[in-house]
T-cell receptor, first 110, second 112 residues
């Protein structure tokens, strides 16, 4: 089957750095996406990695290693507003639909 | 364009009734997805359109669920003979590029 695994919960303090890992098992893999979802809100797109390596967008960076079927989202200079759920999604399969992990709940404490 | 819009935002229905939700994607996006999400879970794939063609439908989806995207623009998701287990947030997303989907605010369905 196709699946993604990520930690269920992560806790950090303001100003810290946190890394959320995602491992995937899919067929026909094209790339890895990351989304943020606040309670009661819709998922919002953060990043998409099609190639190996690190991509940086402001305080957030995303990494992909195809050979390890692994990626991570790195959040720097954490702020309280970063408290949310973070989902990795694999762009995979013949129809290239997103297959989602169960999400990581990030709590940022003062 | 203001993004993906979904209507209604909330729907309360009695068990056994039919409901229909609408999604208006971002106009230049040819891909449209429907997902279902329950509390504490990730979005569960329901179905996917590329333009007007429905390319894939989840095997988890019963025959009570049907979706259309006439003319490759807006899409509707219908649930017939609703059950309490259908209570969830129904999310629509559209994209031009694979992997980069933009979501609407969802329709929260409560079946009583």
């Amino acid at each position: 089957g196709q699946s993604l695994e990520q930690p269920s919960e992560v806790t950090a303090v303001e100003g810290a750095i946190v890394q959320i890992n995602c491992t995937y098992q899919t067929s026909g893999f094209y790339g890895l996406s990351w989304y943020q979802q606040h309670d009661g809100g819709a998922p919002t797109f953060l990043s998409y990695n099609a190639l190996d390596g690190l991509e940086e967008t402001g305080r957030f960076s995303s990494f992909l290693s195809r050979s390890d079927s692994y990626g991570y989202l790195l959040l720097q200079e954490l702020q309280m507003k970063d408290s949310a759920s973070y989902f990795c999604g694999a762009d995979a399969g013949n129809n290239r639909k997103l297959i989602w992990g169960l999400g990581t709940s990030l709590a940022v404490n003062p | 364009d203001t993004g993906v819009s979904q209507d209604p935002r909330h729907k309360i229905t009695k068990r056994g009734q039919n409901v229909t939700f609408r999604c208006d994607p971002i106009s230049e996006h040819n891909r449209l997805y429907w997902y279902r999400q329950t509390l504490g879970q990730g979005p569960e794939f329901l179905t996917y359109f590329q333009n007007e063609a429905q390319l894939e439908k989840s095997r988890l989806l019963s025959d009570r669920f049907s979706a259309e995207r006439p003319k490759g623009s807006f899409s509707t998701l219908e649930i017939q003979r609703t059950e309490q287990g259908d209570s969830a947030m129904y999310l629509c997303a559209s994209s031009q590029l694979p992997g980069e989907a933009f979501f609407g605010q969802g329709t929260r369905l409560t079946v009583v």
